[in-house]
């Protein structure tokens, strides 16, 4: 029987060894939690989206809660690049878990621009956040297409020798091409996912809830949606997938794990139950001592799909 | 400082709109101070699912009997949820949060204004005001004089309180500048303290400014994490003329009445 230490909670994942699979999603962790938990205790910390220019975020309200979920539209407020060398950086210095700096820009060769600048010292891997407009192709998202996506990798690529991670959109057709994208132009993770565009319309006024009409759905309320994506995705690609969505239990982790997840990130929990990533990471170790597994990696991909039941998934990737 | 589940002492009426939640919690959250705030994870009402904590300025702390009260109105999912504690019930609450309200040793008499809600607010600041042998002179403000919650609270503290009422149409912004202007050529006001109403915010910020007075202003915004995580309740300031965006959660919700832009 194994005892709690005896777990092995630690991970690889996309060019990096986490001593264990549990960080938060970016733009959802700041200094504040430090009040919370010691910072030691996660697998990575992830910053909010760093962008070259100062944006101020979107006009208010910036969040709607639905059940289970919630929609936001913060609108990336950023105090630029210059701001996150003399003040961010530093202040993570002294905690040694790995600081994934989260970058986007309106170009491709704006978020090459940016890896390659903030490829620093204390900066453990670049997550690029290609969820957002890309101002050369009339505002869609960058990874709502795989040509768009291998672009921008490929840039990205080229511009650092940090671990590369690509955050991904829920909101296209085929998450599975975008990925192989991302994997091709020399991603070494990718985030599973962002988001889901949303709205909601407030009754008494007629207006949208939300200052900017449209916002991403997260919350409980996807996590099924995103755990497909996981799947999928975890099957069409060989670098590591880092599941993100809806996920506030150890249990959501482990299910995470299951469909293909390497790793997963956690977000708007933290806004309902600040601790939330520690409770988690405390479940997943006494899971796999409940289940007699001793590392938790070994739940990566786990999920028994028996083949005289499989069903047919052909529909989920049609041949192209 | 980790979210608890408090036990509820009491959840009552005080009037017709108004309830008093007390609940017994931690050393640490009975340390709360005159506006900070805690986010309370309301309990779900029938039919309904708030999903978010709700913010909930502290209305008053026990230190000795280790408890916070809260006094709210229902508005919402939350604080219907919340109408339906029971003493004994659980209720799981983070804080105390925020920047709260700070009393300068040196000011002998101070003044507090306040509208609806923010009455609740302000209700602590008498507690702490008597312990420095500090001066309150309050104004409050509301529809109707039945509807003035936290006087009993003040004068029990030895505060003077002065009510106005849109019903008795002494609330109005020229009335209450009245009133202060007495207050402050009286000697009474060596600061404002006020929460609840931008417009009476406006008009303490003009005395302020032509009197030399300092004061400080609860605010408040829609939150979501209350821990400066996520930026939805921003608001502008303006700091020596320049317009910047503050957190009310995490560098408020007390700012300096100068600075708010109500």
């Not at chain 2, 507090?112 to 602590?124: E, K, N, S």
Request: charged share 20%; glycine share 10%; proline share 6%.
């Amino acid at each position: 029987m194994s005892t709690p230490t005896a777990v092995d909670l630690s991970v690889t994942v996309g060019g990096l060894r986490l001593r264990n699979p549990v960080m938060p999603a970016s733009g959802t962790f700041a200094e504040g939690l430090d009040r919370v938990m010691d910072f030691n205790r996660l697998g990575a910390i992830v910053t909010k989206t760093i962008t070259r220019e100062l944006r101020t975020g979107n006009p208010l309200p910036r969040v709607v809660e639905r059940p289970g979920s919630l929609i936001n539209a913060i609108g990336i407020p950023s105090k630029g690049v210059a701001h996150f060398i003399e003040e961010t950086l530093p202040y993570y210095a002294p905690y040694n878990t790995p600081l994934v700096v989260s970058i986007s820009a309106p170009t491709a060769e704006g978020f090459a621009g940016l890896a390659a600048e903030l490829s620093l010292p204390g900066v453990a891997a670049i997550e690029a956040n290609i969820s957002c407009p890309n101002i050369e192709e009339d505002g869609k998202a960058f990874a709502m297409r795989a040509e768009t996506t291998e672009k921008v990798t490929r840039q990205l690529r080229d511009a650092t020798k940090l671990p590369l991670w690509v955050k991904l959109t829920p909101n296209t057709g085929d998450m599975p091409e975008v990925a192989r994208a991302a994997e091709a132009a020399g991603a070494d993770a990718v985030v599973v996912a962002n988001t889901i565009l949303s709205m909601a319309i407030d009754l008494k006024t007629f207006k949208p809830c939300l200052g900017n009409i449209m916002g991403g759905l997260s919350g409980p309320a996807i996590k099924p949606i995103i755990l497909r994506h996981v799947f999928q995705c975890a099957r069409a690609i060989r670098i590591p997938v880092i599941g993100c969505g809806g996920i506030a239990t150890s249990d959501d982790a482990v299910e995470y794990m299951l469909a293909g997840a390497s790793a997963v990130q956690v977000g708007t929990a933290t806004f309902v139950q600040p601790a939330a990533m520690t409770t988690i990471i405390e479940g997943l170790a006494a899971f796999c001592m409940h289940r007699d597994i001793a590392r938790v990696a070994e739940l990566s991909g786990g999920v028994v799909i028996e083949e005289a039941d499989e069903p047919d998934l052909a529909w989920l990737n049609p041949p192209t | 400082m980790v979210a608890e589940l408090a036990e509820v002492i009491a959840n009552d009426s005080v009037n017709a709109e108004y309830r008093h939640l007390v609940v017994g919690c931690s050393e640490e959250a009975a340390n709360g101070v005159a506006g900070q705030f805690f986010q309370l994870l309301c309990p779900q009402p029938a039919g309904e699912q708030p999903f978010l904590r709700r913010p909930m300025s502290l209305y008053g702390t026990n230190l000795a009997k280790r408890q916070v009260e809260f006094l709210y109105k229902v508005t919402g999912a939350g604080t219907r949820g919340l109408n339906t504690l029971q003493s004994g019930d659980r209720l799981d609450i983070m804080g105390p949060l925020g920047a709260g309200f700070a009393l300068d040793g040196g000011w002998r008499n101070i003044v507090a204004v306040g509208r609806g809600a923010g009455l609740a607010t302000l209700a602590p600041l008498a507690q702490i005001a008597r312990r420095n042998g500090t001066g309150v002179t309050a104004v409050f403000s509301a529809r109707r004089p039945e509807l003035v919650v936290s006087v009993d609270l003040f004068r029990g503290h030895g505060a003077e309180v002065i009510v106005v009422t849109d019903s008795e149409s002494t609330s109005g912004p020229s009335n209450v500048e009245r009133i202060l202007r007495r207050l402050i050529s009286e000697g009474r006001c060596d600061a404002f303290f006020t929460c609840g109403s931008s417009r009476l915010v406006r008009v303490q910020q003009r005395l302020a400014r032509e009197f030399g007075l300092p004061g400080q202003v609860a605010m408040e915004q829609q939150m979501a994490c209350g821990l400066g995580l996520c930026f939805c309740c921003v608001r502008d300031f303006n700091v020596q003329g320049e317009i910047v965006q503050r957190r009310v959660c995490w560098d408020g919700p007390v700012f300096d009445l100068m600075e708010a832009l109500p």
